[in-house]
DNA sequence: AAAGCAAAAATTATCTATAACTTCGATCGA
DNA sequence: TCGATCGAAGTTATAGATAATTTTTGCTTT
């Protein structure tokens, strides 16, 4: 993944902590103290700023003025609204991008499938799954569109993580295969049909807590 | 409307640009340059830098590093995408809001649309339309959905000021009017289908341009 | 003239310093 | 012992200064 040398300062800390933020090293609610982000990064703490303004915007930190920022809390109805709203976007995405789907791009996103299906840890499985919905997205040609699902797909992340963050048993995942088997039809209605259904399922799974209870977390497997 | 004496100037003067952004006080294209507004605010440049990347992300600036920013061009493919972006995610919204929909809202949102048809310019017209559309959507409870059609909205303003710069004939909202009467018999799935309908309806209307021709100009009227 | 180049001016990005506000803890009084 | 108040430490927000880059301008050359 390019670090990109180039850009500014806040943008590259405001993608590692975007990183950090997704992965869970940060717990949600803690705090990010401007000059000691600063300090770490061996900068001043303006640039830091500047990446908590683009953190809030993304939905991953929340900041009360005067009162400093923090990690992003959230929950099972946050987990809901966003797997909803990826659904509406990514149905509308593919509607617009099927006409312009090689069957070289269904490859690809068939590769990325496959790639899905091998993987032993969550991140890796992460990655895969990503890098299929962008394939057969991308080619929307709806710039605006597509940054805000990245959004929502960081989000998506965050909670997968959260959940899965050491254990993951590898599955087959015959919703990608169903997609790109109507794609390669020409059906683009029964693809978009699918692809809403499968972005909404909701995978739960029993977690120890700090305290030895076991809970349950919630995340979008998809 | 509050003027948020309370939060930082950062978020005072990204309101105050947005708000130029969208009135079309300032062109697309034009650089904003941070001494300059700076200066005009009396401040320094530090929270100018900030409300510069809280327009980014609402699409209303871009910003290229060392080169500064300038307000964020669009064309009729933007409005287009906005368009359909809003009636997904309205609708979304709206399905979720329609249970908790009370009497009293829909008789505001009733008023809204009576001041929208007695608007005799566009900004009143806009003023009263948004409101309509936040009234039956903010019962839904999700906060991240409203907040991106906010930023939805404000980019829709922006078209219609662009194209209705001063000339605007009142006109009776027909759509308004069907989805609260479906809404109040009930029938979510046909208010929803309206109001999808609703947003994407795309006005279309000769412009005079500085050049003395005329081109089409084209904005979301709903 | 037109194109290319170079120095000057303007502008961005960052750093250091300072002021204002919060938080936390200790002390005092009921 | 509990609660409130005051003060110190920590943190945020803004200002002012500096370095680095881009844009502009004017000159030179073809």
Known sequence: M?????????VRIGKALADRIISGAIEPGARLRQDHVAEEFNTSHVPVREAFRRLEAQGLAVS????????????????????????ALEVLALRHAAPHLTSAILDQAEEATKAGDKSRD???????NRAFHRLILAPCGMPRLLATIDDLH?????FLFAAWRSEWETRTDQDHRAILTALRRGNTESAAATLGRHVQWIGRKPVRTASGATREAFAIVG
């Open 2 to 10: 390019a670090k990109g040398t180039d850009d500014t300062i806040a």
């Open 64 to 87: 009360e003025p005067r009162r400093g920022v923090r990690v992003a809390a959230f929950d099972l109805g946050e987990v809901k609204e966003v797997a909803e709203m990826r659904a």
């Open 122 to 128: 969550v991140r890796s499985w992460e990655e895969a």
């Open 154 to 158: 960081a989000a998506s992340a965050r």
